[in-house]
């Protein structure tokens, strides 16, 4: 196996602000092979957006600080570009679609004009080529009549096409990762589905990387074949998917899963996590769930636990720091 497509190093990304200092990303690594889908998940708050747009280059600076860390894109880091050199990058090589299109997308411009304008940013081409392109895209991304929503506004379409159309933008330029920030937040069941469907056939069809963040857990389930589950800026566990949701080793990952409803499963009150992600400016010492976790030890609020490696597996727990099977004590 080549170098992966994309390694981001012990990345720091702060924020300061008349409160005191925000670790909005606070050392935070993972790699992403060529070709392959990252699911991030974690409660709101947990870092997973910052990350995305520290990767894409969209965190004001300031208030926002870049404290420390890499993040390589094909081997090249991509922290120390200038920013005309990080635009060059942005939407040519490294698509993203926005949590939220209705904002994402300019209300006052339609459809086309929006795709056809990144076509023209990134491209050498006349403005009739990009129109044509952005026409061809639309029909990419399985909408119908594609002309006629060419020309239409944001607010014209539906949720689930808007995100289609959000995504055509995304690919417009044929990226080799595409950063998915809760694509199918305030979709119904069936649409979520379609749209997690079509991310993955595009995925296949152009050999293109995808980190998808979401806090669904069957999202990612569904889709992703490697996870990491981040909280309050910090990477606690990662795997595979399939074997992290049949066996997590973090009680973080653990209560996440007993939050989550299974169908046909019959229960009194469905379990949540107590308390709530520490403050920002009032963390506490040792690990970070600890407040939260049910299984917690003395040792737990008085050092940070180090990240543990047990097998293809990466979790951050006091409990397997001297277990060298990577059994829980």
Excluded: W
């Amino acid at each position: 196996m080549g170098s992966p497509l994309l390694e981001v190093k012990n990345l720091k990304t702060y924020f300061r602000t008349e409160d005191g200092l925000v670790k909005a990303v606070d050392g935070v690594s993972f790699s992403l092979e060529k070709g392959e889908i990252l699911g991030i998940v974690g409660e709101s708050g947990s870092g997973k957006s910052i990350t995305a747009l520290t990767i894409m280059g969209l965190v004001q600076i300031p208030p926002g600080e870049i404290h420390g860390g890499e993040i390589l894109f094909k081997g090249r880091n991509i922290l120390a570009l200038r920013k005309s050199e990080m635009r060059k990058l942005r939407g040519n090589e490294i698509g993203m679609v926005f949590q939220e299109p209705m904002t994402a997308l300019n209300p006052v411009y339609t459809i086309g004009n929006q795709i056809a304008e990144a076509v023209m940013l990134h491209s050498d081409v006349d403005r009739k080529t990009a129109m044509k392109r952005a026409v061809e895209m639309l029909e990419r991304v399985q909408i119908p009549m594609a002309k006629d929503v060419f020309k239409r506004y944001p607010h014209e379409l539906s949720g689930g096409m808007r995100q289609r159309a959000m995504i055509a933008m995304a690919l417009c330029c044929n990226p080799e990762l595409l950063i998915c920030d809760e694509p199918t937040t305030a979709l119904d069941v069936t649409v979520q589905a379609q749209i997690l469907k079509l991310i993955d056939s595009l995925r296949k069809e152009t050999g293109m990387s995808v980190i998808m963040i979401t806090h669904d857990l069957a999202v990612v389930s569904e889709i992703a074949e490697r996870v990491i589950v981040m909280y309050a800026g910090k990477v606690l566990e990662e795997g595979p998917s399939s074997v992290i949701f049949d066996h997590p080793l973090h009680p973080y990952t653990e209560a996440l899963m007993k939050s989550k409803p299974v169908l046909g499963q019959k229960k009194e009150r469905l379990y949540s996590i107590r308390g709530m992600v520490p403050s920002p400016y009032n963390r506490p010492p040792g690990c970070l769930f600890e407040p939260r976790c049910d299984c917690s030890m003395k040792e737990c609020s008085q050092a940070e636990p180090a990240d543990v490696i047990i097998g293809n597996r990466r979790v951050k727990c006091i409990k397997y720091c001297d277990s060298k099977d990577g059994n829980r004590p």
